[in-house]
């Protein structure tokens, strides 16, 4: 077996995944098949995955549509609800499991997406039989990598917990004020602590934004935070942390 079969199915995910809420008109299914490059759209309800739309329920929506005369939207949305539209219960993953636990889901639902999930069924991300098809591709790692791998486990997971990753803060910045730094070692961690806090505030304002449905509110909070990350603002003082370094 690939030894990628084995490994978890959050290291292949989408973690930005598109969502819809269940409560929402269904003409908004549309608007979002069409606005962005899906094919896989998860149900929420109270933020939890309750169901999933595709492609081929677009299909069934548009074929709703009348060719002439009345307002599509509000058409559709007297005749059809999400939760009507969506596949439900929905066949979900969680984090842990693995890609071969995916790809044995997929082939035994017969479906071509899981969404990944915690144990309270909220949103983490998604999968598909691309993820699982890339997976399944990729070359094997030679001996020789693999005979290093346990001197480069600590490399692959660098995690700290957010007092390590304070004191280094601390350290680097006494290291640069004394002069002690002479390979900027210290420089660069301070740097791009300052450069990934207004990317920090996109990934959480993203976060909201694609489980709220797109609310028009938190659409313009996203692209205020796009542009001061471009611009390399500090951002706020809460989570300047890099994306993943610090575990929790």
Same mark, same amino acid.
């Given at each position: 077996?690939?030894?990628?079969?084995?490994?978890?199915?959050?290291?292949?995910?989408?973690?930005?995944?598109?969502?819809?809420?269940?409560?929402?008109?269904? =003409?908004?299914?549309?608007? #979002?098949? @069409?606005?962005?490059? /899906? %094919?896989? !759209? &998860? +149900?929420?309800?109270? *933020?939890?995955?309750?169901?999933?739309?595709?492609?081929?329920?677009?299909?069934?929506?548009?074929?709703?549509?009348?060719?002439?005369?009345?307002?599509?939207?509000?058409?559709?949305?007297?005749?059809?609800?999400?939760?009507?539209?969506?596949?439900?219960?929905?066949?979900?993953?969680?984090?842990?499991?693995?890609? =071969?636990?995916?790809?044995? #889901?997929? @082939?035994?639902?017969? /479906? %071509?997406? !899981? &969404? +990944?999930?915690?144990? *309270?069924?909220?949103?983490?991300?998604?999968?598909?039989?691309?993820?699982?098809?890339?997976?399944?591709?990729?070359?094997?790692?030679?001996?020789?990598?693999?005979?290093?791998?346990?001197?480069?486990?600590?490399?692959?997971?660098?995690?700290?917990?957010?007092?390590?990753?304070?004191?280094?803060?601390?350290?680097?910045?006494?290291?640069?004020?004394?002069?002690?730094?002479?390979?900027?070692?210290? !420089?660069?961690?301070?740097?791009? *602590?300052?450069?990934?806090?207004?990317?920090?505030?996109?990934?959480?304002?993203?976060?909201?934004?694609?489980?709220?449905?797109?609310?028009?509110?938190?659409?313009?909070?996203?692209?205020?935070?796009?542009?001061?990350?471009?611009?390399?603002?500090?951002?706020?003082?809460?989570?300047?942390?890099?994306?993943?370094?610090?575990?929790?």
């Amino acid at each position: 077996m690939n030894t990628k079969a084995i490994e978890r199915v959050d290291r292949i995910m989408t973690q930005a995944v598109l969502s819809v809420d269940v409560a929402e008109p269904a =003409a908004n299914v549309l608007r #979002l098949f @069409a606005g962005y490059p /899906i %094919h896989h !759209l &998860p +149900v929420l309800s109270e *933020q939890k995955v309750v169901g999933m739309l595709s492609s081929a329920d677009v299909m069934k929506l548009q074929a709703l549509l009348p060719r002439t005369g009345a307002a599509g939207d509000e058409f559709l949305n007297q005749r059809m609800s999400i939760a009507r539209l969506m596949r439900a219960p929905v066949v979900t993953i969680q984090p842990q499991q693995s890609i =071969a636990d995916a790809a044995s #889901l997929m @082939a035994s639902h017969a /479906i %071509h997406a !899981l &969404p +990944v999930v915690d144990r *309270q069924q909220r949103l983490l991300g998604i999968v598909t039989t691309t993820d699982v098809m890339h997976a399944a591709l990729a070359p094997e790692a030679s001996p020789e990598a693999a005979a290093a791998g346990d001197n480069t486990d600590k490399l692959r997971d660098p995690r700290l917990s957010p007092a390590e990753f304070e004191q280094a803060i601390s350290a680097a910045r006494t290291a640069v004020a004394a002069g002690k730094d002479p390979q900027s070692i210290a !420089l660069a961690l301070l740097y791009l *602590q300052r450069r990934v806090a207004p990317l920090e505030h996109v990934l959480r304002t993203a976060d909201r934004y694609l489980s709220s449905g797109q609310d028009n509110a938190l659409h313009t909070a996203l692209l205020k935070d796009i542009r001061a990350a471009k611009l390399g603002s500090p951002g706020p003082t809460e989570g300047t942390t890099p994306f993943g370094l610090v575990v929790g």
